[in-house]
């Protein structure tokens, strides 16, 4: 509703009205993410979650998810057949 813009403009102490300005300008740093949460799965099944950066490599996150202590318990005396990955999603370990 025009109304409770123009009336929210003025209450935030703006001077003139709202419908002379002019519209908000695209800023690409703000729409784009530095960060994603990576899943790290055993055998298709949740362990851990980490906070890891988009530019991250594969094989950055693999040794990131074989050192997780969630992770370790899991792993621990079995053999790594494959990593399944997801770019900028998960990583799955296969084991056996």
Known sequence: APFMAEELWEITGHKGSIHLQSWPEWDEKLVFEEKFTLIIQVNGKLRDKVE???????EEIKEIALKSQKVQKFIKNKKI???VTVPNK???IVVK
């Open 81 to 83: 057949i494959k990593f």
């Open 52 to 58: 890891v950066p988009i530019s991250i490599s594969e």
């Open 90 to 92: 998960l990583i799955n």
